[in-house]
């Protein structure tokens, strides 16, 4: 009997997720493989493999190609990813990515992972309830584009407070951008983030200057990567996923080397499907810092989520940041946003 309740309440707790997977029925996975074969090894040349198999989004094989690009002398990854893009692949599955590929893969709104191993294990694990949680998360905490105001407060130990107001648009799964409104001698400056490349802009300068995930442009314990943050499934997949009482765990691996954490653990509350703490990780398991998400607010719009987020570090200790969002709005942007050249003019965007 306590066998039969425990499997009905597992069943139960995954309804939001099935539901939340059978809404993507067009999605396809493409695997670069080292042979014809669901049983062979996921190939390391993502642009230049052998061949493609493609699985739907229940994990069923529906064609294997041979890449016609696999010999091609230059450019390989570009037309590999117009080619998948072309029969509606939209997650890419490889050992190995090269930047260029994965740059085209985010301009085509493709998602990708880097594994190893077997072709068919790869897609159980990214079709496993975890990912589908995860990206089901960053859909609940943002509009895929839109605009938002949020104050960032650094607060050192004596007490002692700084606080900053910005104005920050984001397109897609990479594109943010933000501008500074206060404090006077901040006002004009503005951050850009393309994937994983970072610009500020100061006034005064005249020209954008690169900045790096791990710095902050304004202090405190919050860094660029989580002022400007990225979709969650961007960055990160779910290596291991656990389910308490009422909040899945889910445990994240960085994609890349360059990302600003190399693991997250993830709280998820289960009825909202929203993060209540995050723990930013080395690859060594060594707390960098906590990140805490509070005061659900309704923003309109079917946009529920935390409206405060704070974090602390074992590495600041006594230090505390805090960000609170004032409002977010859905919104679209046109491309011309997220460059350079525009990074002087975003206070046009405000209405």
């Known amino acids: 009997m306590k066998k039969t309740l425990l499997s009905t309440l597992v069943v139960l707790s995954l309804v939001p997720v099935m539901a939340y997977a059978a809404q993507k029925d067009a999605a396809k996975i493409a695997v670069a493989s080292n042979s014809k074969d669901p049983m062979s090894s996921i190939s390391s040349k993502a642009g230049k493999c052998p061949s493609y198999l493609i699985f739907d989004s229940t994990g069923e094989l529906i064609e294997v190609i041979d890449n016609p690009y696999k010999d091609a002398q230059s450019g390989a990854g570009q037309q590999t990813v117009d080619f998948l893009a072309g029969k509606g692949v939209t997650v890419v599955i490889a050992e190995k990515f090269g930047d260029k590929m994965i740059g085209a893969m985010r301009s085509n709104s493709m998602d990708y992972f880097q594994l190893n191993g077997v072709v068919n294990d790869a897609v159980k694990k990214v079709l ?4 589908q949680i995860l990206m089901k998360l960053d859909r609940n905490l943002n509009p895929e584009s839109y605009e938002s105001y949020k104050k960032l407060i650094n607060i050192e130990p004596n007490g002692r407070k700084r606080e900053y107001v910005l104005f920050t648009v984001k397109k897609g799964k990479d594109k943010v951008a933000a501008l500074f409104l206060s404090p006077a001698s901040e006002k004009g400056r503005s951050t850009l983030r393309l994937d994983e490349n970072m610009w500020l802009y100061i006034p005064n300068v005249g020209k954008p200057i690169r900045i790096t995930s791990l710095q902050s442009v304004v202090g405190g314990v919050f860094n660029n990567s989580d002022i400007l943050r990225l979709d969650y499934v961007a960055e990160y997949f779910v290596e291991q996923m656990e389910e308490l009482s009422d909040e899945y765990v889910l445990h994240l691996k960085a994609k890349t080397k360059t990302v600003a954490y190399d693991k997250l653990k993830m709280w998820v509350n289960k009825d909202t499907i929203l993060p209540t703490k995050i723990e930013c990780l080395t690859e ?12 659900t607010k309704d923003f309109g719009d079917k946009i529920v989520r935390p409206s405060v987020i704070e974090t602390d570090s074992p590495l600041y200790k006594g230090y505390k940041s805090v960000m609170i969002f004032a409002q977010i709005k859905k919104r679209t942007f046109e491309n011309e946003v997220f460059t350079l050249t525009f990074m002087p003019n975003l206070e046009s965007l405000r209405q």
């Open 128 to 131: 496993s309830p975890g990912n």
């Open 284 to 295: 060594a398991s060594m707390l960098i810092k906590t990140i805490y998400y509070k005061q």
